[in-house]
C-alpha cells in the first residue's frame, strides 16, 4: 500500500482531513492530541503498518511528579522510571521526572500547574488536600493525569495506577491476625500521612479485617509519622513504654529500621509482630534477620510502565484495543522467601 493511499484511507475512516494527516505523520504541527490520537486509532483499526508513523511522530513529553527520594520506596519508584525511559523512548515518549516535598501542599498545588502546561501528560503521587486536588482538576483539562499509588478521585484524572490499597490493608491485618494468635493483643498502626488516601484505604482495610476475624486484637489511637523516620521510632518507643500487652505493629510507612532497632533495645523484636510495605535492600535484611515478620511489596516497576502505558493510550499510541488495566498486583515476603537480590 502506498504512503497516499494510507494517508487517504486514515483521513477517510477519521473523518479528518488528508492535510491533518499528514501533519501527524510529518510532524508538521498544528494538530491537537485528540485528532492525532484518532489518526493513530484509526491507523490501528485499519491494520495499517504504524511503523511508518513512530519515527515521525512528536515526542510526548511527560511529567513525573513524586514525594522527594528520602524515602526509599519512592527512590524505587524514581529508579523505575529511569529504566523504562529507553524503551518509551522508541515510541517517541520522553520522561522527566520532578519531586516535590509531601506536606509543602501549596507548592505541590503550584508545581502541578507549571507542569500541566509545560509538557503532555502528567503522572503525579502527592495527598488529597483542597489546593493539590484543585490544582489535579485544572491540570487535567490540559492534558491526561494519572494518579500513582494513591488516588485522588473525582479530581479529573484520566486514572489511578497501583494496588488495591484496602486490600492490601486486609491482607496485612490478616498476617497480623494469624501470627498474633487467638489470644490477641494491642496493635500499633502508624501512617505515613493521613492526607493520602492510599495510607488510609490500608488503615480501613487492616481495621476492618481484624474487626471481623480477629476480635481480640485492639487497634490503638492512629498515630501519623509524618514520613519522619525518627518521629516514626519516637511514636513506636512511647507506645511500647507506655502501653501494655503491645503485640503488633503496622507500619504503613517510612521508619521502619528505626522501629526495629527500638524493638530490639527494648528486648522485645519476639515478642511483636512488625509487619510493614515495600520491599527495600534495608527491610530484606531486616526481614533475613527476624526484625521484620512480613512485607507486603508493590511492584514499583510495573506501576511506571502502567502509567507511561495509559498516558500512551490516551494519545493513540499504544498497539492494543483497550486501556491497560490500572490496578497492580502485589506480594508478600516473609524470612523465609526473601529474594537476596532485587
Not at 492526607?195 to 490500608?202: C, K, L, P, T, W
Request: aromatic share 6%; hydrophobic share 40%; with cysteine.
Amino acid at each position: 500500500m502506498s504512503k497516499k493511499t494510507t494517508l487517504e484511507s486514515i483521513a477517510k475512516a477519521s473523518g479528518l482531513s488528508i492535510a491533518t494527516v499528514d501533519r501527524v505523520i510529518n510532524r508538521r504541527g498544528g494538530v491537537s492530541p485528540k485528532s492525532e490520537a484518532k489518526v493513530l486509532e484509526w491507523a490501528n483499526r485499519l491494520q495499517l503498518d504504524r511503523r511508518i508513523f513512530r519515527t515521525n511522530l512528536k515526542a510526548l513529553r511527560i511529567a513525573v511528579l513524586i514525594p522527594s527520594t528520602t524515602n526509599p520506596f519512592f527512590l524505587s519508584m524514581k529508579d523505575a522510571f529511569q529504566a523504562i525511559s529507553g524503551h518509551a523512548a522508541e515510541g517517541q515518549i520522553q520522561i522527566f521526572i520532578h519531586t516535590t516535598k509531601p506536606t509543602d501542599h501549596s507548592t505541590t498545588a503550584r508545581k502541578i500547574g507549571e507542569l500541566a502546561t509545560a509538557y503532555d501528560g502528567l503522572i503525579v503521587c502527592c495527598p488529597d488536600q483542597p489546593d493539590i486536588f484543585d490544582a489535579l482538576q485544572r491540570a487535567a483539562q490540559h492534558v491526561p493525569v494519572v494518579t500513582l499509588v494513591s488516588d485522588i478521585p473525582n479530581s479529573g484524572r484520566l486514572a489511578y495506577v497501583g494496588p488495591d490499597n484496602r486490600r492490601i490493608g486486609r491482607v496485612a491485618g490478616e498476617l497480623m491476625g494469624r501470627f498474633i494468635g487467638q489470644d490477641g493483643g494491642k496493635v500499633l498502626v502508624m501512617l505515613g500521612h493521613s492526607s493520602i488516601i492510599g495510607h488510609q484505604e490500608r488503615e480501613m482495610g487492616f481495621r476492618a479485617v481484624t474487626r471481623e476475624r480477629f476480635p481480640k486484637i485492639e487497634i490503638l489511637d492512629i498515630a501519623e509519622s509524618e514520613e519522619d523516620s525518627s518521629r516514626a521510632a519516637s511514636i513506636a518507643q512511647a507506645a511500647l513504654r507506655t502501653e501494655p500487652n503491645i503485640r503488633g505493629i503496622y507500619n504503613v510507612s517510612a521508619g521502619n529500621y528505626q522501629i526495629a532497632q527500638t524493638l530490639r533495645s527494648l528486648d522485645l523484636g519476639s515478642e511483636v509482630v512488625f509487619i510493614t510495605h515495600e520491599l527495600t535492600p534495608k527491610r530484606r535484611e531486616m526481614l533475613r534477620d527476624g526484625l521484620l515478620d512480613a512485607v507486603i511489596d508493590q511492584n514499583p516497576r510495573l506501576e511506571a510502565r502502567k502509567a507511561i502505558d495509559i498516558i500512551a493510550y490516551s494519545f493513540g499510541r499504544l498497539e492494543q484495543a483497550q486501556m491497560p488495566d490500572p490496578f497492580t498486583p502485589f506480594e508478600i515476603f516473609l524470612r523465609e522467601n526473601c529474594p537476596i537480590e532485587m
